[in-house]
């Protein structure tokens, strides 16, 4: 590894972090492992940067991330389960007045973290992907490894599932 | 098209990842059956629901150091076992120091200053510009009141670009001092974080940005068109990168290359800033 490798890398790949942290923080659903993860993922992401052979870089960290989550959770299964629920991930950023409005929303939002929650990771991987990370079809396939069909219809299914597992709908109608 | 086959594909239609067939064959299904509109209508509300509350996470910034360290012990291990890196390293720096011309530069750590530098005026002005009430004298994002409102006040006619459309809506003006000079600061936005940038004459200079951090603000720095220019924020730093090289193209006219060795720009800091010519 030569200084100019390092360059290049902080270049490229250390403007990805924001990314990197917030898929791990959502597969993860906890602030200090997210944080511990995404140095091990750039720990490994700089020890394999000369096997990076072009494309797209954001997609080719993120792959790293991922798996560097799933072994973390592997080793980690054990306490895993006792993770606390981490607060600051589902804040509800929007304030209102009414109360009766900010009730009814706050059961929304607490039924939609429970449903997310509960969905098969390989499910739960693809909302995180596209809807809080924006990622297209193609750059999700290339991180899970899954053919673009498959990203579509998984995330189909994921969005059903969501739906069936929240009370009225109404509520999001605004 | 059936009903479970559209199942499969409403995501991508919603999402616009469909070619114009597929979304058509939607579509013509979608006409005739309500069942399937209404299950698209959910899927609509459920999307923005959950693109509602979560929300992309900033990184902290201490973490953005930490693998920054990280790093470079990674590669200090591995250049142990390479003597003959540290010529190379030397010559590197020299080519750097080459590259950059007209600039003095001295490599130095910025993370602890002793205050008495530009970068610390700078940081000092973004932090007073925040915590006031005083972030602008003028505020607009129309630029012939933000341009003519400086007119009088300072002795030179400071550059007010328009970056909107890039995704960096101006937020106003007002007179700042770095050092003992008064100097126009100009605020724009980008997301939920404020941009303050620092503009006053410079003679005969003429540099690529270059880019430092402190106290977990980043501070980009260069100087085109006659004018020195100080940009600040808490934002990333490559989207505070980004805006530095709009302000640099717009300064000089012209396109401006980006650093070829940024990395090691981000501990570079000229020595000896642009003198202030008196008032």
């Known amino acids: 590894m030569d200084p100019s490798a390092l360059a290049r890398f902080e270049e490229t790949v250390l403007p990805h972090l924001d990314a990197a942290y917030t898929l791990a923080r959502h597969l993860l659903r906890n602030e200090h492992d997210a944080e511990d993860v995404v140095q091990d993922a750039y720990l490994r992401a700089f020890r394999h940067f000369d096997g990076y052979r072009g494309g797209d870089m954001r997609a080719w960290l993120l792959t790293i991330v991922r798996r560097t989550c799933y072994s973390w959770v592997r080793q980690h299964a054990a306490d895993a389960r006792a993770t606390e629920f981490d607060e600051t991930v589902h804040e509800d950023s929007r304030t209102g007045n009414d109360p009766e409005a900010e009730m009814l929303r706050g059961a929304l939002l607490e039924a939609l973290d429970q449903a997310i929650e509960r969905l098969p990771v390989e499910f739960r991987e693809v909302v995180i992907l596209r809807d809080v990370q924006g990622s297209s079809y193609a750059e999700i396939a290339e991180v899970v490894g899954i053919p673009v069909g498959t990203v579509m219809s998984r995330l189909s299914r994921a969005r059903q599932r969501l739906q069936r597992a929240l009370p009225v709908e109404d509520y999001w109608r605004s | ?279």
């Open chain 2, 1 to 279: 098209m059936s009903c479970e086959t559209l199942s499969d594909k409403l995501s991508g239609y919603l999402d616009r990842e469909l070619d114009q067939r597929a979304a058509g064959e939607v579509e013509a299904h979608l006409r005739q059956c309500i069942t399937c509109s209404a299950r698209l209508e959910g899927e609509r509300r459920l999307r923005a629901a959950v693109q509602a509350h979560l929300t992309p996470l900033r990184a902290p910034e201490w973490l953005r150091n930490d693998v920054r360290t990280m790093l470079r012990a990674q590669l200090k291990r591995s250049r142990r076992r390479q003597t003959w890196l540290p010529a190379w390293a030397a010559t590197a720096a020299a080519l750097l120091l080459g590259a950059v011309g007209g600039w003095r530069l001295g490599i130095w750590q910025v993370s602890q200053g002793d205050g008495s530098d530009v970068v610390a005026e700078v940081v000092a002005g973004h932090v007073r510009s925040l915590q006031g009430a005083h972030l602008t004298d003028i505020a607009s994002s129309e630029h012939h009141t933000v341009k003519p409102w400086f007119a009088g006040k300072l002795d030179f006619s400071p550059p007010v670009p328009d970056f909107s459309t890039e995704g960096f809506p101006r937020i106003g003006g007002r007179l700042d001092y770095v050092g003992e000079k008064q100097v126009a600061a100009l605020v724009y936005g980008r997301r939920q974080h404020v941009i303050n940038l620092f503009v006053w004459p410079s003679r005969d200079w003429s540099a690529l940005p270059a880019a430092a951090s402190r106290r977990g603000y980043h501070v980009e720095h260069g100087a085109a068109g006659g004018m020195t220019y100080w940009a600040i924020s808490d934002l990333n730093e490559s989207d505070l990168s980004h805006f530095a090289h709009l302000v640099a193209t717009d300064l000089s006219g012209t396109a401006v290359q980006p650093y070829a060795c940024s990395p090691i720009s981000t501990r570079v800091v000229p020595l000896d800033p642009p003198a202030i010519p008196s008032t």
